[in-house]
């Protein structure tokens, strides 16, 4: 192991969460979203019902096929590489134009699981939950400390370190902001610690989150609540759905 690489005498004490499991019980901020079948649903009643917007790169986007996490610009990817969503078709329009994109799609999430980072009555960020925070270290603090093992290049021990010593320090705040406190310790494009919050998620059943993003700088007064998808089978275009739809027939039939 290099010099520069932190020590891993405690490494055996960190254990990553059970996959898979539920954590909804323990009275964590999850709210579901999206109550309409969107399969169910003509184009004009879908277009009608339809309330989240992206700022997409096609004018034909569908999620299934163009949206591709490693394809992200990193500088926009404030809150983890995911599909961002606003319930504002304005500020996805202003998006859309400042990054040039070709439409501001229509989407409809259902059954998402999300979990809601927002005050209940406010457009503002509430604390990340001490136990997920707690959670989210014991999971991800592990598999930092292997990729610093299977590296010798001390560019990146560097960066890892940096990261895992922000880290520790994440147990012992009494508020934690998701954007500012958790994904703000990447200091590398395309952190690792985006891919690891979205497996997090995942792994805890979490579809996604709702967070107040703050925008980018041209957005940063914005305080419109954005809904971040790190699983992309939760929503869609009104083409999306009835490709799955027609995807589940077929297999139903085999």
């Known amino acids: 192991m290099n010099e520069n690489q ?58 299934t096929q163009d949206f591709d996490y490693s394809q992200e610009i990193v ?89 895992l010593g922000k880290m520790a320090k994440l147990v012992q705040k009494d508020i934690v902001d998701l954007r500012r406190d958790i994904l703000d310790t990447g200091n590398a494009p395309f952190s690792i610690v985006d891919d690891l919050w979205r497996e997090f998620c995942q792994v805890q059943g979490w579809d996604g989150v709702i967070c107040v993003e703050g925008g980018e700088d041209h957005f940063s007064k914005n305080q419109d609540r954005t809904y971040i998808f790190y699983n992309l089978e939760k929503v869609g275009t009104y083409r999306d759905w009835q490709e799955r739809k027609a995807r589940q027939e077929s297999n139903e039939l085999q």
């Open 75 to 163: 500088d926009t990817a404030t809150l983890g590489q995911g599909l961002y969503t606003t319930t504002d078709q304005k500020v996805a329009q202003n998006y859309a134009a400042l990054r040039q994109a070709a439409a501001v799609a229509k989407l409809l999430p259902f059954q998402a699981k999300m979990l809601n980072l927002t005050e209940a009555k406010e457009a503002r960020n509430a604390s990340v939950p001490k136990e997920i925070v707690r959670e989210w270290v014991e999971f991800a603090r592990p598999q930092i400390i292997d990729r610093v093992r299977q590296t010798s290049d001390q560019l990146q021990v560097s960066r890892y370190s940096d990261v």
């Open 6 to 63: 932190p020590s891993t005498s405690e490494d055996q004490d960190f254990v990553a969460p059970e996959t898979g499991k539920e954590e909804i019980d323990k009275g964590y901020p999850v709210e579901t979203i999206g109550d309409i079948e969107p399969t169910q649903l003509s184009p004009e009643q879908f277009d009608q019902q339809a309330w989240l917007f992206h700022a997409a790169n096609s004018a034909d986007f569908h999620v």
